[in-house]
């Protein structure tokens, strides 16, 4: 049946899972079929719906069916074969016919039913070599070799303990008294069980509870009084709903009237609330109204970190009847996440983009919220997808609303909503005691002219957080660089140490003490000697958030700051504890990358800043102006959410940008205006559809033959609808150099199907002409 999963076998070897989308009678022309190996379920694991949603998104977004079943499964689900050796049965050999390296490997197989190819690998520390050297002994007949599949996921499993059924109330009864003289920790725990609900206790339990130990418990199990068993069980404690009272606020009953009136006509609603308008409990609102008619919600959010305070506040409404998809979750946790969606449990689903492939039942409501975030979009590997577009499709398959929510909504949105294909609701007040955040500029040219600033810092941003230091406030300030610094520089040729592998400047990390590459994970050590002139003239250029909180703490000594970027969160529970540190008072100041100023709700911020508001505007894309009013009247709406007015602080160097000016005057439709205007001009979206598509090639000389070609093959049928080639920023990456061509379509004459198709075709048509081998190219849909 289609939607099951199979063993089927790739090569001569491997074993790879497959899930059956069609089943036909037409034997295929071009290859020759394989027999399945086995079935893997008795019921399918994926549904027609679920595998139609599926191929839109291969279809729209231009990549294989394999791409979307890779990122929708768990990796508990996708099961694959692993190689193993052993040695062969009654094997002798003479070990001055082979050399130490052979005779290592033939040592590390001995006594053992079988080691993974993997382990051996680690054993010699070279690929090349291990490979030969297995060959060798594998024609030599003194090893086999051969493919294992096993089940990745487990079920988590106690172990319980209860009165074994042959134990007879008279056994029970003469036994206690020899124990008791005889096995005192045996008598004690016998005792204990029997005092036990229903005879009965988790075996871990028990012996904390009463100081047993697990020799007495396993001779009561060898003599049949007790009995010793596993039992499956749930990686998620159950939570219990807290009915918090809250109340609406005119404007926001306003808006949630509004709100069920536009879900009604079965268009897309676009709620657009200022910041701090208490949007969140017009979404609890609704969650508990499609839950109360047997309907599940899929809530989607753009980041991990906006999600901590969100899942505290939503556990307090919703208990057990919540889910949380995080993908620093287990392989196993999420696994068992898909399986009880799968089987209705789930009626809240929380979670980042990937949440979108979660089998939700019944699915009534899905909430984008934040829905402007860029994190939405799936850049680094196939399917390129966009989370809040997906939605809509599966809100469509489902027979759902949707409804989007943002403080300042992508110019898409609004533009969609201004032309009648979303319905517009707004919700223009604060919620509470939160006012707005007034703006004041820290003028950089000028302050760098009069000699006032001092490092990165103007004196009006050192000044209010003096200020805040005294009257015991916090503040966050924003930089969008993590490490030390972007680069290290030769002051006296202006040399710049580069990735060997990537074509950019290595960032220089002070607390580990060199440098890395953001791209391939390439780090070498700090240098202090030019390697161009040989002098000893290395500076560091730029301000990472790192740097920056070094110079602060040397500017202002005693003021308590957490750092929050990508490095300070990786693992499990960073995110929690930094977000508990800070709410709880255990710091003044948070200097973090754009995780900080993400939806966080801190109630003693009076003060946020940026360091450079002009390495935003400035950034080579036609959305940096979006970009930078989303992203800083996010950061505004992070100060005076609750009864202290905020302030916020952006340092530039040009204080008078019309940008900048609207950001001060918190003037949405102002900004949206502006580039609306701008967008139908130029042709950018709403008025055009893109397509990157991004081409790799290990040879430069072989790229531009191949990407030129491409390109005028494209030219000739689709004329100025494509742009390019071009060579980006940074032109190589992981030793593949990089050539981008860009194709614009008409959002309202021009057939994208027709053009995906003839694009793939065309492609295709250039690497097999000029056979080019190990030419890369991945198009991004509706590149943001």
């Not at 508990?76 to 082979?98: P, R």
Request: charged share 25%; proline share 3%.
């Amino acid at each position: 049946m289609p939607g099951k999963r199979v063993f089927v076998p790739f090569g001569n070897k491997k074993i790879y899972t497959g899930i059956i989308v069609n089943i036909t009678t037409t034997k295929p022309e071009k290859y020759e079929a394989l027999n399945i190996i086995s079935f893997l379920d008795d019921v399918p694991l994926i549904s027609m719906q679920q595998l139609k949603f599926w191929q839109w998104i291969a279809d729209y977004y231009m990549c294989g069916l394999g791409d979307v079943m890779a990122a929708a499964l768990p990796a508990g689900l996708k099961l694959a074969s692993e190689s193993y050796v052993a040695l062969q049965e009654d094997v002798s050999y003479d070990e001055t016919e082979l050399d130490d390296r052979e005779v290592k490997i033939l040592e590390a197989l001995k006594g053992k039913e079988k080691v993974r190819v993997s382990e051996l690998e680690v054993i010699l520390r070279s690929k090349t070599s291990f490979l030969k050297i297995i060959k060798s002994l594998y024609d030599r007949n003194l090893i086999v070799m051969f493919e294992d599949v096993s089940e990745k996921y487990k079920p988590k499993k106690i172990t319980k303990l209860k009165i074994h059924p042959a134990a007879t109330e008279d056994m029970l009864e003469s036994a206690l008294p020899a124990l008791e003289k005889k096995a005192k920790i045996q008598f004690r725990s016998l005792l204990a069980l029997l005092g036990e609900p229903k005879r009965e206790a988790v075996k871990s339990e028990l012996i904390k509870k009463y100081d047993l130990s697990a020799d007495a418990i396993k001779s009561l199990v060898e003599k049949q009084l007790i009995e010793q068993f596993d039992i499956e069980t749930d990686r998620f404690a159950a939570r219990e709903s807290v009915n918090e009272q809250y109340e609406l606020s005119s404007p926001q009953i306003a808006a949630l009237s509004a709100v069920r009136l536009a879900l009604k006509s079965n268009k897309p609603v676009l709620l657009h609330g200022e910041t701090s308008s208490g949007k969140t409990y017009l979404y609890v609102e609704l969650i508990k109204e499609y839950i109360e008619r047997g309907q599940s919600v899929l809530y989607l959010v753009p980041e991990l970190a906006l999600t901590e305070q969100l899942i505290k506040r939503l556990e307090k409404f919703f208990g057990s009847y919540m889910m949380v998809a995080h993908s620093r979750f287990s392989m196993n946790e999420k696994v068992e996440i898909w399986n009880k969606a799968a089987a209705g449990e789930v009626k809240l689903l929380l979670g980042p983009r990937s949440a979108v492939f979660t089998p939700l039942q019944n699915l009534g409501l899905v909430i984008v919220d934040e829905e402007h975030e860029s994190a939405f979009k799936q850049h680094e590997k196939a399917p390129r997808y966009h989370a809040r577009d997906t939605a809509m499709v599966l809100a469509a398959l489902n027979k759902a609303q949707v409804l989007l929510g943002s403080a300042t909504p992508s110019v898409e949105s609004y533009y969609n909503a201004s032309t009648g294909k979303y319905t517009l609701v707004e919700l223009p007040e604060q919620y509470g005691a939160a006012t707005r955040t007034k703006v004041i500029f820290g003028d950089i040219k000028e302050e760098t002219r009069t000699k006032k600033i001092a490092g990165m810092f103007t004196s009006e941003l050192l000044n209010r957080i003096h200020q805040l230091k005294i009257e015991k406030g916090q503040g966050i300030i924003f930089q969008n660089r993590k490490g030390y610094v972007p680069m290290l520089e030769c002051s006296v040729c202006g040399w710049v140490s580069k990735c060997v592998n990537c074509d950019i400047a290595l960032t220089y990390y002070k607390y580990s003490n060199n440098l890395r590459c953001h791209y391939c994970g390439f780090t070498q050590n700090t240098i202090t000697k030019c390697q161009a002139c040989g002098n000893n003239a290395m500076a560091i250029q730029g301000y990472g958030t790192e740097r920056i909180t070094e110079e602060l703490q040397l500017l202002i000594p005693d003021l308590r700051i957490i750092r929050f970027d990508q490095d300070s969160t990786r693992q499990k529970n960073a995110f929690r504890k930094l977000i508990y540190e800070f709410e709880t008072g255990q710091a003044d100041v948070m200097v973090g990358t754009q995780i900080a100023v993400k939806g966080l709700d801190f109630k003693n911020v009076q003060l946020c800043a940026v360091v450079n508001a002009d390495q935003l505007l400035n950034f080579p894309d036609f959305r940096s102006y979006e970009r930078t009013f989303q992203l800083l009247t996010q950061l505004a709406g992070r100060a005076g959410r609750h009864e202290k007015e905020g302030v916020m602080i952006i340092q530039t160097r040009q204080p008078e940008h019309p940008v900048l000016q609207l950001i001060a005057d918190h003037d949405y439709k102002g900004f949206y205006n502006m580039q609306i205007e701008e967008r139908k001009q130029f042709g950018y979206s709403p008025f055009s559809r893109m397509i990157k598509l991004t081409l790799k090639h290990k040879s430069q000389e072989e790229l531009q033959s191949a990407t030129a070609k491409l390109a005028f093959l494209l030219k000739n049928q689709l004329g100025a609808r494509v742009l390019g080639p071009e060579t980006p920023f940074i032109t190589r990456i992981k030793n593949l150099y990089i050539r981008n061509i860009l194709i614009k379509m008409d959002a309202e004459k021009d057939a994208p199907k027709t053009i995906k198709e003839f694009i793939a075709k065309t492609f295709d048509f250039v690497v097999l002409q000029d056979n080019i081998k190990g030419l890369q190219m991945h198009a991004d849909v509706d590149a943001y």
